[in-house]
């Protein structure tokens, strides 16, 4: 199984540009989430969904979208890129949300908004 | 107040020394808690759960104290292969309550 697949793996962007971040999982987890990481800050929840047609808020919201149309997919949208959403940007995904098992990781999307 | 802190380190220990990590959550609702590793430029790993009495994996055993609020782990008999940055998380019972310290750097020497 491939687990938790984000791309792309590093992306350099303009300030006021576009862009998604694609994730996918093949566990057939409920639970999925996008997070940011930033130094010394710890990862923050961005945006979640706990089913496919199902998506809310997280911790950090402004300036990104998500949409979860089937259970495999939880693409990020930057609407557009600032400077302060240059971080690492990990989706993870969970069976049972929360109640022992964690999450599942994927490797990241370096993002560098210049 | 941050919900969970950690000591950033870095701890540096030679090979077969025993390190310990502690944590602090400010939310004494955090139902469940873990440990997770991270390497250099990698996503984070799930490295174990933390029970409430307690428990071991290997050379790894986690530690909960809820009185105090804090949560440990202790790595015995350090191989070169530990080093990484270890994460402290809490969960509060529902999937959007999943929080984060920013790490502890342990840097084991040869």
């Known amino acids: 199984n491939a687990g938790v697949t984000q791309t792309p793996k590093f992306q350099v962007l303009k300030t006021g540009q576009s862009m998604t971040l694609q994730c996918a999982q093949d566990?057939?987890?409920?639970?999925m989430s996008w997070y940011r990481q930033d130094p010394g800050m710890g990862l923050r929840l961005i945006h979640y969904?706990?089913?496919?047609?199902?998506?809310d808020q997280g911790e950090v919201p402004n300036g990104y979208n998500v949409s979860r149309s089937t259970t495999e997919d939880f693409p990020l949208r930057l609407l557009s890129a600032a400077p302060s959403q240059t971080s690492v940007y990990f989706c993870?995904?969970?069976?049972?949300?929360?109640?022992?098992?964690?999450?599942?990781f994927g490797s990241g999307t370096r993002l560098t908004v210049v | 107040r941050k919900e969970v802190e950690q000591d950033p380190g870095p701890f540096n220990v030679p090979e077969g020394a025993t390190v310990a990590f502690n944590c602090t959550y400010s939310?004494?609702?955090?139902?469940?808690f873990f440990w997770y590793r991270q390497d250099c430029r990698k996503e984070p790993k799930l490295l174990m759960s933390?029970?409430?009495s307690g428990n071991e994996d290997g050379r790894f055993t986690a530690q909960l104290n809820r009185a105090s609020q804090y949560i440990s782990l202790l790595i015995r008999d350090s191989k070169l292969s530990d080093s990484a940055t270890y994460l402290c998380?809490?969960?509060?019972?529902?999937?959007?309550?999943?929080?984060f310290g920013s790490g502890t750097k342990l840097n084991v020497k040869p």
């Open positions: 993870a995904s969970s069976f049972t949300g929360g109640e022992g098992d964690g999450y599942t």
């Open positions: 566990m057939n987890h409920e639970y």
């Open positions: 969904s706990v089913g496919a047609g199902i998506t």
């Open positions: 939310n004494s609702a955090s139902q469940s």
């Open positions: 933390v029970y409430s």
């Open positions: 998380v809490v969960n509060r019972g529902n999937f959007n309550k999943f929080y």
